[in-house]
Protein backbone atom coordinates (compact mmCIF):
# COMPACT_ATOMS: atom_id res chain seq x y z
CA UNK A 1 0.00 0.00 0.00
CA UNK A 2 1.49 3.38 -1.08
CA UNK A 3 0.44 7.06 -0.35
CA UNK A 4 2.26 10.33 -0.77
CA UNK A 5 1.43 11.79 2.46
CA UNK A 6 3.31 10.82 5.50
CA UNK A 7 0.58 10.94 8.20
CA UNK A 8 1.59 8.34 10.58
CA UNK A 9 -0.34 5.38 10.85
CA UNK A 10 -0.25 4.13 14.96
CA UNK A 11 1.22 1.20 13.95
CA UNK A 12 4.23 2.51 11.76
CA UNK A 13 5.24 5.54 14.15
CA UNK A 14 5.61 2.93 17.25
CA UNK A 15 8.08 1.63 15.69
CA UNK A 16 12.22 2.50 16.00
CA UNK A 17 13.30 1.16 12.33
CA UNK A 18 12.20 2.03 9.11
CA UNK A 19 13.47 1.55 5.47
CA UNK A 20 15.22 4.72 3.39
CA UNK A 21 15.41 4.64 -0.39
CA UNK A 22 17.29 7.05 -2.36
CA UNK A 23 16.79 7.42 -5.82
CA UNK A 24 19.87 9.43 -7.25
CA UNK A 25 20.98 10.58 -11.19
CA UNK A 26 23.96 7.87 -10.80
CA UNK A 27 22.87 5.15 -7.81
CA UNK A 28 20.01 4.25 -5.57
CA UNK A 29 20.51 3.98 -2.52
CA UNK A 30 18.62 1.89 0.73
CA UNK A 31 19.40 1.47 4.34
CA UNK A 32 17.61 0.29 7.60
CA UNK A 33 17.17 3.66 9.76
CA UNK A 34 17.63 3.83 13.64
CA UNK A 35 15.01 6.56 13.95
CA UNK A 36 16.11 7.29 17.48
CA UNK A 37 19.70 8.26 16.39
CA UNK A 38 18.96 8.80 12.94
CA UNK A 39 21.47 6.80 11.73
CA UNK A 40 22.45 3.63 8.93
CA UNK A 41 21.71 0.15 10.78
CA UNK A 42 24.35 -1.87 8.67
CA UNK A 43 24.93 -1.47 5.07
CA UNK A 44 24.20 1.08 3.00
CA UNK A 45 23.15 -1.19 0.01
CA UNK A 46 23.76 0.45 -3.52
CA UNK A 47 23.08 -0.30 -6.95
CA UNK A 48 23.55 2.09 -10.75
CA UNK A 49 20.16 3.90 -11.07
CA UNK A 50 18.89 1.53 -14.51
CA UNK A 51 19.55 3.61 -17.69
CA UNK A 52 17.07 4.56 -18.88
CA UNK A 53 15.86 5.56 -15.70
CA UNK A 54 12.23 4.65 -15.47
CA UNK A 55 9.68 4.06 -13.37
CA UNK A 56 9.01 0.88 -13.92
CA UNK A 57 12.86 0.10 -14.15
CA UNK A 58 13.41 1.74 -10.94
CA UNK A 59 10.78 0.78 -9.38
CA UNK A 60 11.61 -2.62 -9.81
CA UNK A 61 15.36 -2.40 -9.02
CA UNK A 62 13.90 -0.82 -5.74
CA UNK A 63 11.81 -3.69 -5.65
CA UNK A 64 14.77 -6.01 -5.82
CA UNK A 65 16.65 -4.61 -2.96
CA UNK A 66 13.90 -4.51 -0.70
CA UNK A 67 13.62 -7.79 -0.73
CA UNK A 68 17.59 -8.50 -0.77
CA UNK A 69 17.36 -6.50 2.21
CA UNK A 70 14.87 -8.49 3.58
CA UNK A 71 12.78 -5.68 5.25
CA UNK A 72 9.21 -6.20 5.81
CA UNK A 73 8.19 -2.77 7.40
CA UNK A 74 7.29 0.94 6.03
CA UNK A 75 9.27 1.79 3.06
CA UNK A 76 10.38 5.41 2.39
CA UNK A 77 10.93 6.71 -1.17
CA UNK A 78 12.74 9.75 -1.63
CA UNK A 79 13.23 10.56 -5.84
CA UNK A 80 14.73 13.85 -7.55
CA UNK A 81 11.08 14.71 -8.24
CA UNK A 82 7.69 16.68 -7.27
CA UNK A 83 5.42 14.50 -5.83
CA UNK A 84 2.15 16.14 -5.41
CA UNK A 85 -1.05 14.48 -4.89
CA UNK A 86 0.16 11.24 -5.42
CA UNK A 87 2.01 11.70 -8.62
CA UNK A 88 5.62 12.76 -9.77
CA UNK A 89 5.69 16.14 -11.90
CA UNK A 90 9.28 16.73 -12.95
CA UNK A 91 11.78 14.55 -14.09
CA UNK A 92 15.41 16.93 -14.85
CA UNK A 93 17.89 14.11 -13.75
CA UNK A 94 15.68 11.20 -14.26
CA UNK A 95 14.27 9.78 -17.28
CA UNK A 96 11.12 11.97 -18.49
CA UNK A 97 8.32 9.21 -18.49
CA UNK A 98 8.19 9.91 -14.95
CA UNK A 99 6.30 13.24 -15.94
CA UNK A 100 2.79 12.21 -14.76
CA UNK A 101 3.78 8.97 -12.97
CA UNK A 102 1.25 7.64 -10.75
CA UNK A 103 3.83 6.80 -7.90
CA UNK A 104 1.46 5.38 -5.72
CA UNK A 105 0.32 2.23 -8.10
CA UNK A 106 3.70 1.85 -9.29
CA UNK A 107 4.66 1.43 -5.51
CA UNK A 108 1.54 -0.59 -4.91
CA UNK A 109 2.85 -2.68 -7.60
CA UNK A 110 6.17 -3.13 -7.28
CA UNK A 111 6.15 -3.45 -3.44
CA UNK A 112 2.66 -4.65 -2.48
CA UNK A 113 3.65 -6.00 1.12
CA UNK A 114 4.95 -2.39 2.50
CA UNK A 115 3.36 0.35 3.32
CA UNK A 116 5.76 3.10 1.06
CA UNK A 117 5.57 6.61 1.33
CA UNK A 118 7.45 8.70 -1.14
CA UNK A 119 8.46 12.10 -1.24
CA UNK A 120 11.27 14.92 -3.04
CA UNK A 121 14.76 13.59 -2.28
CA UNK A 122 15.90 16.89 -0.59
CA UNK A 123 12.94 17.31 1.35
CA UNK A 124 14.11 14.31 2.73
CA UNK A 125 17.21 15.81 3.31
CA UNK A 126 15.65 18.78 4.62
CA UNK A 127 13.67 16.02 7.17
CA UNK A 128 16.91 14.23 8.12
CA UNK A 129 18.70 17.75 9.15
CA UNK A 130 15.93 19.43 11.01
CA UNK A 131 15.82 16.26 13.40
CA UNK A 132 19.34 14.96 13.32
CA UNK A 133 21.34 17.48 12.11
CA UNK A 134 22.49 21.01 10.89
CA UNK A 135 18.96 22.14 11.03
CA UNK A 136 17.70 21.14 14.31
CA UNK A 137 16.92 23.65 16.57
CA UNK A 138 17.11 26.69 14.45
CA UNK A 139 14.38 28.83 14.98
CA UNK A 140 12.53 30.48 11.64
CA UNK A 141 13.45 29.80 8.30
CA UNK A 142 16.08 27.79 7.44
CA UNK A 143 16.93 26.83 3.27
CA UNK A 144 18.75 23.67 2.57
CA UNK A 145 20.38 23.12 -0.92
CA UNK A 146 21.82 19.77 -1.88
CA UNK A 147 24.64 20.00 -4.60
CA UNK A 148 25.02 16.56 -6.51
CA UNK A 149 23.89 16.04 -10.39
CA UNK A 150 21.40 18.81 -9.66
CA UNK A 151 20.29 21.05 -6.96
CA UNK A 152 17.65 20.17 -4.93
CA UNK A 153 15.95 22.74 -1.92
CA UNK A 154 14.08 21.88 1.22
CA UNK A 155 12.37 24.76 2.78
CA UNK A 156 11.79 24.93 6.61
CA UNK A 157 10.07 26.90 8.77
CA UNK A 158 10.78 26.19 12.89
CA UNK A 159 11.57 22.35 12.25
CA UNK A 160 8.54 22.28 9.62
CA UNK A 161 8.67 20.98 5.89
CA UNK A 162 7.47 23.29 3.22
CA UNK A 163 7.35 20.71 0.38
CA UNK A 164 8.41 20.42 -3.27
CA UNK A 165 10.27 23.79 -3.31
CA UNK A 166 12.71 23.60 -6.54
CA UNK A 167 15.11 26.74 -5.91
CA UNK A 168 17.73 24.15 -8.22
CA UNK A 169 15.14 25.44 -11.28
CA UNK A 170 15.05 29.47 -9.99
CA UNK A 171 16.62 31.31 -13.16
CA UNK A 172 19.82 33.76 -11.65
CA UNK A 173 22.13 35.60 -13.41
CA UNK A 174 25.47 33.74 -14.19
CA UNK A 175 28.71 35.81 -12.12
CA UNK A 176 30.81 35.00 -14.83
CA UNK A 177 28.19 37.45 -17.27
CA UNK A 178 26.90 34.90 -19.45
CA UNK A 179 23.38 35.68 -18.69
CA UNK A 180 20.61 34.28 -16.83
CA UNK A 181 20.50 30.05 -16.10
CA UNK A 182 19.14 27.77 -13.72
CA UNK A 183 20.68 27.67 -10.90
CA UNK A 184 21.50 23.61 -11.05
CA UNK A 185 22.98 24.32 -14.29
CA UNK A 186 25.45 27.03 -13.06
CA UNK A 187 26.51 25.31 -9.39
CA UNK A 188 25.54 22.08 -8.85
CA UNK A 189 28.53 19.75 -7.97
CA UNK A 190 28.14 17.96 -11.71
CA UNK A 191 28.51 21.23 -12.87
CA UNK A 192 31.59 21.86 -11.09
CA UNK A 193 33.27 18.26 -12.21
CA UNK A 194 32.15 18.24 -15.86
CA UNK A 195 33.97 21.79 -15.92
CA UNK A 196 36.63 21.26 -13.92
CA UNK A 197 36.35 23.93 -11.23
CA UNK A 198 38.69 24.42 -8.36
CA UNK A 199 36.54 25.30 -5.31
CA UNK A 200 38.16 28.77 -5.68
CA UNK A 201 36.15 28.71 -9.13
CA UNK A 202 33.16 27.89 -8.00
CA UNK A 203 32.24 29.18 -5.04
CA UNK A 204 31.54 32.51 -6.22
CA UNK A 205 28.94 30.52 -8.61
CA UNK A 206 27.42 29.23 -5.47
CA UNK A 207 27.18 32.31 -3.83
CA UNK A 208 25.39 33.87 -6.98
CA UNK A 209 22.66 30.94 -6.45
CA UNK A 210 22.21 31.80 -2.55
CA UNK A 211 22.61 35.64 -3.25
CA UNK A 212 19.35 35.52 -5.24
CA UNK A 213 17.59 33.07 -2.38
CA UNK A 214 18.58 35.46 0.44
CA UNK A 215 17.46 38.38 -1.37
CA UNK A 216 13.78 36.58 -1.60
CA UNK A 217 13.40 34.72 1.76
CA UNK A 218 15.53 36.16 4.19
CA UNK A 219 16.32 32.49 6.03
CA UNK A 220 17.94 32.32 9.21
CA UNK A 221 20.40 29.98 7.83
CA UNK A 222 21.75 27.91 4.94
CA UNK A 223 22.67 24.47 5.13
CA UNK A 224 24.31 22.74 2.35
CA UNK A 225 24.68 19.31 1.38
CA UNK A 226 25.72 16.61 -0.65
CA UNK A 227 29.18 14.70 -0.99
CA UNK A 228 30.88 18.33 -1.55
CA UNK A 229 29.74 19.19 1.99
CA UNK A 230 33.16 16.66 3.20
CA UNK A 231 35.16 19.63 2.01
CA UNK A 232 32.72 22.30 4.16
CA UNK A 233 36.08 24.04 5.46
CA UNK A 234 37.88 24.19 1.65
CA UNK A 235 35.05 26.29 0.39
CA UNK A 236 32.60 27.58 2.71
CA UNK A 237 35.13 30.72 3.61
CA UNK A 238 35.12 31.68 0.20
CA UNK A 239 31.19 31.96 0.22
CA UNK A 240 30.22 35.82 0.14
CA UNK A 241 26.86 35.99 1.51
CA UNK A 242 25.21 37.37 4.77
CA UNK A 243 23.17 34.31 5.89
CA UNK A 244 24.90 32.28 8.28
CA UNK A 245 25.97 28.76 6.07
CA UNK A 246 26.04 25.47 7.81
CA UNK A 247 27.38 21.59 6.26
CA UNK A 248 24.82 19.43 6.64
CA UNK A 249 25.72 16.82 9.12
CA UNK A 250 24.16 13.21 7.36
CA UNK A 251 25.75 14.11 3.45
CA UNK A 252 25.10 11.30 1.55
CA UNK A 253 22.80 9.15 3.78
CA UNK A 254 20.77 12.33 4.22
CA UNK A 255 18.22 11.40 1.39
CA UNK A 256 17.68 7.81 3.38
CA UNK A 257 17.42 9.03 6.46
CA UNK A 258 14.70 10.94 5.91
CA UNK A 259 12.88 8.78 3.72
CA UNK A 260 12.69 6.56 6.33
CA UNK A 261 11.71 9.26 8.87
CA UNK A 262 8.74 9.99 6.65
CA UNK A 263 7.90 6.27 6.37
CA UNK A 264 7.92 6.35 9.99
CA UNK A 265 5.13 8.80 10.72
CA UNK A 266 8.02 10.89 12.37
CA UNK A 267 7.22 13.99 10.20
CA UNK A 268 3.92 14.66 12.24
CA UNK A 269 1.29 15.14 10.11
CA UNK A 270 2.12 17.66 6.88
CA UNK A 271 -0.59 18.73 4.77
CA UNK A 272 0.98 18.19 1.47
CA UNK A 273 -2.19 18.28 -0.30
CA UNK A 274 -1.50 14.71 -0.92
CA UNK A 275 -4.43 11.84 -1.13
CA UNK A 276 -5.22 10.05 2.85
CA UNK A 277 -3.75 7.17 2.93
CA UNK A 278 -5.96 4.48 2.14
CA UNK A 279 -7.41 2.87 5.28
CA UNK A 280 -7.80 6.20 7.16
CA UNK A 281 -10.14 7.61 4.92
C1 LIG B 1 15.05 18.12 -9.15
C2 LIG B 1 14.70 18.15 -7.69
C3 LIG B 1 15.71 17.35 -6.90
C4 LIG B 1 17.11 17.81 -7.22
C5 LIG B 1 18.17 16.97 -6.52
C6 LIG B 1 16.46 18.60 -9.35
O1 LIG B 1 16.80 18.56 -10.69
O2 LIG B 1 14.17 18.95 -9.89
O3 LIG B 1 13.40 17.65 -7.47
O4 LIG B 1 15.44 17.51 -5.53
O5 LIG B 1 17.35 17.76 -8.62
O6 LIG B 1 18.09 15.64 -6.90
Redesign the pocket.
Known amino acids: MSSTSPVPSPAESSGATALGVDV??TGIKVGVVDLHRGVLIGNRHVRPTPRPATPEAVADTIGGMVGEVGWHGPVGVA????IHEGVAR?A??IDESWIGCDVVDLFDRHLPDHDVVLL????AAGLTEVRYGAAEGIEGLVVLL?F??????ALLIDGRLIPNT?F??MLVEDVDGRGVDET?HLASASVRTRDGLSYEQWAPHVSGVLRAIEELLWPRAFVLGGGVSEDADEWFPLLENRTPVRAAVRLNDAGIIGAAVCAAGGTGPLDLGNPVPRGQD
Open positions: GGLPSVIHNNDADTGTGIGSEGHE
